[in-house]
């Protein structure tokens, strides 16, 4: 007979080796239940966030192209207001010699010029908005990428602080444009109400002082947009998690929407004031002919004015001819083919006005050297032609820009 303790040892034993089997099995079986779970799920997690981070890239795309298409409007407008105050300046110097007034028409045109320049503030401020939101959006990005650890998303975190920091030198810029915008309108009403040579001159300083100011915040988005464009190489390579790039990218699209809109807002002002400002140089070479000055004022003062209208109408020609071209790369990155309708479309207007102010640009040379020489009729003639050039041009850019309405490249 066994000893009972013996047995009841032996049932003990017994009983814990059964207990370890189904530890085990429960312990395997839950183990294989956790790898068919992350066999099915991982692969979906990972595919909703490559297209949430593609999303992402493309938004700094888009942003690119955006501020690419800033820059050139920009630069547009800082050509149109140079030669503005050149004619303002010519307008100032042969009313103070030969006492002739300002046509109607003139005066008309001057008046137009002043609400658009009002029209301009309003849409500088909303690139200036919108340049903030966007700049939040890509600091959010930054942040985020700083915290992902991986040598490549430092990288990237560092070219995008880089491109805020471009964004903050055209937000500052961009104020001094708006306060400029809105003293041009103010001095050019007064010339329209008192066209005494003392304010045509205030108003050309004005007006000059605010193409220099375009032209650099024309140079700050262009800065943005060249390092956007790294920026993209960098972060594409780079995955963030689905919900934190979803983010970004919904408050980015709206960013890039708001700026497209109000560059598009700034480029309707370009062909106005080219056209208000082709009336007063009419009325210039008018009472030039008309004056005992004339031959002193053919050599000097619209001998210059000649001069710097040429170096204006190239500087429209060749950025007007980059917008065209940049608006072609949105028609091919949009999503819509209504949109990209508009902007091939656009794109032609712009294309065909280019080459309105270049020929009014290589008219307006030989315009200064016929006046430099002192063959007045000479100059007049080729300044006529230019000034149909420019009319020409203008109204292109302005179909251009009908064309344009309210496009949106997403």
Known sequence: MRD???????????????????????????????????????PSARAWSTVANTNLVSNIHSSEVTNLHTH????????????????????????????????????????????VASQSAVAIQSIQTATLASQQSISSLSMVNMQTGSFTAFQAASTLQSVTMFQSQAVWSLQTVQSLSTQTAVALQAVSSFPSATNLAIAAFYVSQLS??????????FQA?????????????????????????????AAIIAQSQAATAVLLVVPVIVQAHAVVLADVITAT????????????????????????????????????????????????STVATSLITAATFASQASLSFQSAAVLMSQSAVAFQSGAISTGVGFASTAATNIFAGASLLASGCGALGTVVIL
């Open 289 to 336: 002919q008309a004056c005992w000055c004339a031959p002193f004022i053919a050599t000097t003062v619209l001998a210059q004015t000649s001069a710097q209208a040429s170096i204006a109408f190239q500087t429209a020609a060749t950025f007007v001819s980059n917008a065209a071209v940049i608006m072609q790369s949105e028609a091919a990155i949009t999503t819509s």
């Open 72 to 115: 050139a409007v920009l630069h547009a407008h800082a050509a149109g207001a140079a030669q503005a105050a050149t004619v303002l300046q010519s307008a100032s110097v042969i009313q103070s010699w030969s006492g002739a007034a300002l046509s109607a028409q003139s005066l008309t045109a001057i008046q137009t010029a002043s609400m």
């Open 212 to 221: 220099t100011a375009l032209e650099t915040s024309a140079s700050f988005f």
């Open 225 to 253: 947009a060249t390092t956007l464009q790294t920026a993209e190489t960098i972060q594409s390579t780079v995955i963030i998690d689905d919900f934190t790039a979803t983010q970004i990218s919904t408050s980015f699209s």
């Open 4 to 42: 009972p303790q013996a047995r009841l040892f032996e049932e003990k034993m017994q009983s814990l080796t059964k207990n370890k089997r189904k530890t085990f099995v429960a312990a395997t079986l839950v183990a294989s239940i956790a790898l068919f779970f992350a066999a099915t799920s991982v």
